[in-house]
């Protein structure tokens, strides 16, 4: 738990150094919470002066109407300075790997980019994007009122499976409609719930769901309301054995987040950060993790961010006059 402390002091450092400095350029300090999280789940330094020269030098590359001239710069700027030892190189792959979505059928805007960074470790980034589509686009099939940009990001990470489509979703759609059956409010939430589970190589959905119903009845227990808006980070705990054994030092994480003043009206997104930081020691401390799954919770993370940043990103963009199109 000490470590987890630390990785808290480091989150509120840097969150204060941020929303300082930048403080008439965003207006949504959640923006600011996912930037600092990246650092410290990534393990990343942090250093506010290459932070501005990064964000400053991602508005200049871009044009006059490009959303990364809003504040979603920032968020840019985080996810490849806490990626890539040379984030400023590092740029001109991750919008070959935009445009490479935009040719295959992705709209221009945030949930693009962010699918883009996912886009970045692919080599034939054409085929990949084809493929996250293609998901997509069954997905949009299955669900057509509840599918819309803010599940690239996630359809992108299921492309990684490189699985077939149709089985892929068949996948999907039992996790969705037995989580239904088992008291899970139908919904975005509850699709990027079964979104995220699909990616764990567990052949056999029955144990995560088992573990997933589970985990809501001890959230009960621990008097956390299971609401719909924490069904995703439900499905990583599941991905941690004997998940529910997790959840009591997960709470004391977000009643010390809920305490400090700066983040005490974000409770939904302090659930996130604990679950976050919980499991982000826990992969530091990879023996507490069994063997076979430590790839996948670092792909879980990436998921779990990738959706995180996805929606903030979103509400920001959406309430702010510098959001544009491209």
Known sequence: MNDVI????????IYLQLKSNLRWKVSDNRALMMASSLYVTSERDFDINHFQKLSDFIKNEVGIFSTLKSQLRFTIAAMLDTRFSNPEGAFADFSE???ALIEKGFNRGVYSYIAAMVLCSHEDKAESA??????YKKMREEHFFLTGQSDYPLAMLLAERNQEVDSLIVRIEDFYNTLDQKGFRKGNDLQSMSHILSLHENPDPNELISRCTTLYDRMQQLDIKPKASLYPQLAVLSFLSESEDHLSAIKDIRETLNAEKQFKWHKDINFMMAVSFYIADKIEHSSMVETSLYTTME????????????????????????????
């Open 130 to 135: 084809s493929l996250a589509m293609r998901i």
């Open 97 to 99: 790997s935009y445009e």
């Open 6 to 13: 630390g990785k808290i002091e480091r989150y509120k450092d």
């Open 299 to 326: 792909t879980l993370i990436q998921a779990q961010q990738a959706a995180s940043v996805a929606a903030i990103s979103g509400a920001a963009a959406a309430g702010s006059a510098g959001g544009g199109s491209e």
